[in-house]
């Protein structure tokens, strides 16, 4: 166990709001990542974090913002949802001294934009 | 860029059945490969890994096989059970630092009693 808490797990939402979903971890790790998993797509890399205040993008990222105002905590937000965001959102971390790369993965979060 | 390639699912196959699923790479470096499983309505848990080549990763009765000349990491178990029934992803990892996952796009393995 990780120590890896999402939230929301389920979450039903309109066109054109905006969602938060939020990745909680316990152990401080410093590498935290969130993915998004589609039929026949895979998981694909949304954005990740090397450290508080530190992020960058990942393949698919057009939509989506992340902050990590402290290093436990790991938001992914969308400012306004779409349908095409419909999906399962899953927070990794990479645990502390691992040097070969291994992710370990949150629950997940099942969004669905209506 | 780094890309994996799976066979395409599902796989149905019968109690303690030999298994294989294929995996291929393309990587600019010295990747690290692993093997996850995903459970019905769970996240993904680590299966085994293999960090160089010639490794073998092994767990559950699982094995993967780097192998650096054909590019692949095919995951095989000589008898499977009804509780092995998951979607399997292979990945790489280009290091360490802040390298990221590349995951293939699953196969989906059905065992039937």
């Known amino acids: 166990d990780a120590g890896i808490t999402q939230s929301p797990r389920h979450k039903v939402t309109e066109t054109g709001t905006p969602v938060t979903l939020r990745c909680h971890q316990t152990?401080?790790?410093?590498?935290m990542y969130w993915y998004r998993q589609d039929p026949g797509h895979g998981l694909r890399l949304i954005h990740y974090?090397?450290?508080?205040?530190?992020?960058d993008k990942g393949e698919v990222s057009d939509g989506y913002s992340v902050s990590r105002s402290k290093t436990e905590d790991f938001l992914l937000t969308l400012e306004s949802a779409t349908s095409s965001q419909t999906s399962v959102y899953f927070c990794?971390?990479?645990?502390?001294?691992?040097?070969?790369?291994?992710?370990?993965f949150g629950e997940g979060s099942r969004l669905t934009v209506l | 860029g780094d890309s994996v390639t799976q066979m395409e699912g599902p796989v149905t196959l019968s109690e303690e059945a030999f298994l294989t699923i294929n995996c291929t790479y393309t990587?600019?470096?010295?990747?690290?490969l692993f093997w996850y499983v995903q459970y019905p309505g769970e996240g993904l848990q680590l299966l085994l890994k293999?960090?160089?080549?010639?490794d073998k990763g092994s767990n559950k009765g699982f094995e993967a096989t780097y192998r650096k000349e054909t590019t692949s990491f095919h995951l095989e178990k000589g008898s499977v059970q009804v509780s092995d029934s998951a979607v399997y992803f292979c990945?790489?990892?280009?290091?360490?630092?802040?390298?990221?996952?590349?995951f293939g796009k699953g196969t989906m393995l059905l065992v039937s009693p």
């Open positions: 990794a971390i990479k645990t502390s001294g691992t040097n070969t790369g291994e992710l370990f």
């Open positions: 152990e401080n790790h410093r590498y």
């Open positions: 974090s090397y450290g508080v205040k530190d992020t």
């Open positions: 990587a600019t470096g010295y990747p690290s």
């Open positions: 293999a960090t160089k080549a010639d």
């Open positions: 990945a790489l990892s280009e290091g360490s630092g802040y390298s990221t996952l590349t």
